[in-house]
């Protein structure tokens, strides 16, 4: 299990390698997420319309170990930006993966651009 | 330099001085190293029992590795200090390594003391102090389940033993408890008090057998039985001793510290051993000629310790507080004080209700005056005010037996939480008294009890107080001429009341749009949803439209599980369902491989469902006739029926006539919590109605209406709203009951809930519902019967709609279904692969 979540490390936006077409923006929710496959990686997709900006981050919870992310709440605390896992309602800052209501160790996060109506992650690797 | 400071053991205490200390001083000017033997930082050991249903380290964890790292401590785990040089001020761990110290702090706790009993080397026999044993005890009692009888002891009928006996049981296991002495909780409980709990603790299904020497656990290798004294004997394959704890002083005493007769490193009231430069905290410390083993007494222990180190004030208090709540178990267990009244000449008053299993016991000062102590069993809901009234001596009603029977008449006998002195000790566990709780509200402004625990630490420990701290707040907000802001959130500064009016008076369409204009930010998982349902109320939407702000359960109309797939429950109104429909459902789940279960709701609950697939099964399960059950939403879930008047020889009416009849009334409401419904054809009460939301009985005479009942974690019985009524007239007070309930509850909270927050209570309520009393009937009786009207089944519009349907799909750029989903082989069926 823990081999799992060894293959998801955050990728900062200066490092990317390569940015993977995901999809077009129209397949994900408004204000919510969706998942994406990536080399066998699972990553959650999310849009924030509000103000207008997309994060991306492991569709592995911590927690216990399951593919949910993408099916969580998002929002913010306090201004940062965050997503709440659907199964036990752990949240996570999509800024910097760190858990906002407890110690579970840190998700991976990715950069996300957009053009031309697609959808862009940014992976190192 | 920096003073050095060493620490010995990693347990609660330990760890509560690392914390202390941390706050109170700087890092340069202490080198703070921690030992502890077990594998693992230091973990909450009171809730330890709790690990029994996760399994959760994590759950447990006091403060994780990192923490440590971040206050500079360095922590070494696995490590066994063997021993301590006092003339070169230096320890020795067992792989031989050294370490020099200014001060040295003991918090090396106590071990499970096992009675010298032939046979106790068994494979078999267990203790209950740590993780580890607790590993053991689930992976050899799962094995006496399958393999063995199935059979399970506890040596001792303690606080401890007692709770080990209900963990052994929800394993599975048939449960004895074994007692040395002629009741159960000898040390805090009289007789009496021993006997109603005894007869209780039966009534859990665990075997209770008192006055019990044990002279042998016999059995070739592994354990089979016991044998007493008595000559009789017990066959069980598994036992967990509980007999007491012996304090960890073999450091202490090689060294030479002055250690009691009965062990425990003797200290004073700065912890302080012999030796001024080592302190002893915790279950190892012997204070008063005594070993506390209850964690509270340890925090404050430490906090001395750490005073004493920066040079502060702070001894220890002279009489440490022993009171006790029995907590897990599922029976209420307190004593307090001197619960036996032999410190001082006292006269006490009982109180019991064999029945009902209450027992209560106050201990009362010659004069009259003083709460000396007590104890309750059965019901210790006024444990926390008791406690106060005798550690504080405040003044007593005229009448003292009203503190334990409830005063005649009017109003509680307890007294307002603001009466309480401001030195009055709140929350034990990280001592905080009321003076400090009320001014983190009037000078800190806290509004909350999070940030009353954020300011104070209060709550933060064991949580018994929370019911109190709540009650300060809410008293001291109120004296402030505040009325107390039951706020959803950070983004929206309103209750969900005011949220209901604001949608509908602004008309308010989207959450976007309430957002913009009475709240702020990007929401969260708390405002989302409870707005979700207003707009459910106000518009009578689905789920469908605005599907983000949804719970998981409401986003994919369906109910989350354990491996992310999800469960199905077509609805069944009242029950009942046909041969025909019966088989259809069987050969949809035999399509798409789904475990089935008859829920506790009478209907069918098909699990196991990848999210794609959950479109293409609610597409067979409406060409079958069937539709949704919501049991995902908070909403309607099943009003369940009894056969009734057309079959049962004693029914007065059609109970599932009329069941069906509100289920298909209610059915898609969605509302503050889930709302659930009972038919029952007569007295019998076979439908469980009164443990219901809505519960109607027939009588010969029409149906008695009950509300605001429900089982669950705290079941209360539905109280009586109407009587004799018929047809017409309970539907009309069911529609304006659950109309109201619906608009003025807070989120998440259910109608049991509701009304004991509602002022006036059950006759206000029936004065609102029946007589009308606010003039609001007729106008929540159209509110229901707007939503009656325009109810639609959300996953009809799914199956007719390949847009919606997309919103199944587990990857938005491949088909691919999600390949970490695992089942395991169970029973004929399949399960979600367990969780590590
Ligand atoms: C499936 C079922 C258990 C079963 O196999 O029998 C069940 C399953 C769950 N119950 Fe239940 N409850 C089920 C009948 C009950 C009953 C019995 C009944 O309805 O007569 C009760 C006690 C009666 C009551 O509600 O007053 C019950 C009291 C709870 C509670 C405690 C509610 C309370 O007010 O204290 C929760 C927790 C909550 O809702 O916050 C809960 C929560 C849940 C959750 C939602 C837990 C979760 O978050 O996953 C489970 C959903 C599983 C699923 O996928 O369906 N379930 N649950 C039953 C579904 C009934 C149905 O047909 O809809
Ligand atoms: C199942 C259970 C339920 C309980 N319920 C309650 C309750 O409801 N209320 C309550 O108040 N109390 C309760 N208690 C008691 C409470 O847990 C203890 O009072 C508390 O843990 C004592 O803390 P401590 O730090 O003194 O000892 P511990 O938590 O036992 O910590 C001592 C640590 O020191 C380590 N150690 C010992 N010697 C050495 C050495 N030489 N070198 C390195 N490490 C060493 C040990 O391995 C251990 O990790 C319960 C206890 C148990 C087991
Ligand atoms: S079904 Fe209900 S009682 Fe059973 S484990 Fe889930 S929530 Fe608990
Ligand atoms: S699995 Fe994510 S919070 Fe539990």
Redesign the interface.
């Known amino acids: ?1 823990e081999a ?1 979540l060894d293959q998801y490390t955050s990728v900062d936006a200066s490092k990317v390698t390569d940015w993977f077409k ?2 077009s923006v129209s ?11 990536y080399k066998g990686k ?1 990553i959650a997709v999310f849009r ?4 207008n900006k997309w994060y991306a981050c492991q569709n ?1 919870c911590p ?6 992310l993408s ?9 940062v ?2 997503v ?1 896992c ?2 036990h ?1 752990r ?1 996570f800052s999509l800024e910097t993966g760190e858990n906002l209501n407890g ?2 160790p840190a998700i991976a996060v990715y950069p996300v651009k957009i053009e031309d109506g697609f959808v862009f992650v940014g992976f190192a690797e | 330099m920096a003073t050095k400071i060493l620490i010995i053991g990693n347990g609660m205490v330990g760890y509560k001085f690392c914390e202390k200390l941390v706050a109170k001083t700087e890092p340069a000017d202490y080198e703070i190293t921690v030992f502890g033997e077990e594998p693992r930082p230091a973990y909450d050991r009171v809730h330890l029992s709790e690990y029994f249903t996760d399994q959760s380290e ?1 759950n447990l ?1 006091l ?2 590795k ?2 440590y790292e971040e206050n500079g401590i360095t922590l070494h785990t696995n490590t066994l200090v063997a021993q301590i040089d006092r003339t070169a001020k230096k320890v020795k761990t067992h792989r031989g390594k050294e370490y020099l110290y200014d001060y040295l702090v003991l918090a090396t706790g106590s071990y499970p003391f096992v009675p010298p009993i032939a046979g106790s080397d068994k494979s078999g026999v267990f203790v209950y102090r740590t993780i580890e044993d607790l590993d053991q005890i689930l992976a050899y009692g799962k094995k006496v389940a399958t393999e063995g009888s199935g059979q399970a002891a506890v040596l001792g009928g303690g606080l401890l033993g007692l709770e080990a006996a209900k963990a052994v049981k929800d394993m599975g296991l048939k449960a004895h408890v074994v007692e040395f002495a002629n009741w159960l909780m000898p040390r805090q409980l009289d007789e009496q008090a021993g006997e109603v709990l005894k007869s209780t603790i039966e009534k859990l299904g665990i075997s209770v057998h008192t006055n019990k020497n044990t002279t042998l656990i016999g059995g070739n290798g592994k354990m089979t039985h016991m044998e007493f004294k008595d000559n009789s004997k017990l066959e069980v394959d598994m036992l967990v001793v509980s007999a007491g704890i012996r304090p960890r002083d073999e450091l202490a005493k090689a060294c030479g510290l002055e250690v009691g007769p009965r062990g425990g490193v003797v200290v004073n009231e700065q912890m302080q051993s012999s030796d001024p430069n080592i302190f002893v905290i915790g279950e190892a410390a012997l204070y008063n000629d005594m070993i506390y083993g209850l964690v509270a007494p340890g925090y404050e222990m430490a906090e001395v310790a750490v005073a004493q180190i920066i040079g502060a004030e702070k001894t220890m208090t002279p009489e440490v507080d022993m009171s006790t709540k029995l907590k897990l178990i599922g029976v209420d267990v307190a004593s307090f004080g001197d619960p036996m009244g032999t410190s001082e000449p006292t006269h006490s008053i009982t109180f019991e209700d064999k029945l009902a299993g209450v027992y209560k016991r106050i201990n009362i000062s010659e004069d009259g005056k003083r709460l000396v102590g007590g104890i309750l069993i059965g019901d210790a809901e006024d444990y926390n005010m008791l406690l106060q009234i005798c550690q504080n001596g405040m003044k007593l009603p005229e009448n003292p037996e009203d503190l334990i029977l409830g005063a005649r008449g009017e109003g509680t006998s307890l007294g307002n939480v603001l009466d309480l002195p401001d030195t009055a000790m709140i929350c034990a566990c990280e001592s905080v008294d009321k003076g400090s709780i009320c001014q983190s509200i009037t000078e800190e402004g806290c509004e909350t009890v999070k940030a009353i625990a954020k300011c104070n630490k209060a709550t933060t420990g064991c949580g018994g107080c929370k019911p109190m701290v709540n009650d300060l707040l809410v008293e001291t907000l109120k004296s402030m001429g505040k009325t107390v802001k039951q706020k959803v959130c ?2 929206f500064p309103y209750s969900r009341r005011e949220l209901y009016d604001l949608v509908r008076v602004k008309g308010i369409k989207s959450y ?1 749009e309430a ?1 913009d204009t009475i709240g702020h ?5 708390q ?3 409870a707005l979700a349902s207003v707009f459910a109320t106000v518009y009578n939407e689905t789920a469908v439209r605005q ?3 949804q ?2 359960n409401d ?2 109309l369906a109910n ?1 599980q ?3 797939s999800y469960s199905v429950v077509p609805r069944v109104p009242g029950g009942e369902i046909t041969p025909d429909k019966l088989i259809a459902m069987g050969q949809v789940a035999k399509k798409y491989d789904l475990y089935t279960k008859i829920t506790g709701g009478q209907r069918i609950d098909m699990f196991g469902a990848r999210l794609d697939q959950l479109p293409l099964i609610w597409k067979d399960l409406l060409d079958a006739g069937f539709e949704s059950g919501h049991a995902y939403g908070k909403a309607l879930r099943t009003v369940k029926s009894c056969v009734g008047s057309t079959w049962c020889r004693y029914g007065m009416d059609e109970s599932v006539s009329f069941a069906i009849e509100m289920e298909e009334r209610y059915k898609g409401i969605r509302s503050p919590h889930k709302l659930k419904g009972g038919v029952s054809g007569c007295i019998r009460e076979c439908a469980e109605a009164r443990c219901k939301d809505f519960g109607v009985i027939a009588t010969e005479s029409g149906w008695n209406l009950y509300v605001c009942g429900n089982g669950g974690a705290k079941p209360k019985h539905a109280q009586l709203l109407a009587e004799n009524i018929d047809n017409e007239t309970c539907i009309k007070y069911v529609d304006r009951f659950l109309m109201y309930y619906i608009k003025t509850a807070q989120p998440l909270q259910r109608t049991a809930a509701w009304l004991e927050k509602l002022e006036g209570g059950m006759p206000y309520l029936i004065d609102v519902v029946v007589n009308d009393s606010l003039g609001i009937a007729e106008e929540l009786e159209k509110d229901m019967q707007a939503l009656v009207d325009t109810f639609s089944c959300e996953w009809r519009e799914v199956v007719e709609s390949p847009e919606l349907q997309q ?1 199944f ?6 088909d ?1 279904t ?1 390949d ?2 695992a089942f395991v082989p169970m029973r004929d069926q399949k399960m979600p692969a367990p ?2």
């Open positions: 299990m799992i995901a999809a397949a994900f929710p408004n204000n919510g997420g969706a998942c994406i496959k699972q924030f319309d509000r103000k592995l927690h216990k170990m399951e593919m949910i099916r969580g709440m998002i929002g913010d605390e306090a201004g930006a965050k709440a659907p199964l309602k949240t110690d579970l | 994590e964890q403060a994780s990192g923490w950070e983004h976007d957002l930010g990007d929401g969260c998982e405002c989302k949803p599907e983000t702000i719970d998981t986003r994919f989350i354990r491996n992310g919103r799909r587990h990857f938005v750029n491949t691919d999600d970490q989903m969780w590590k």
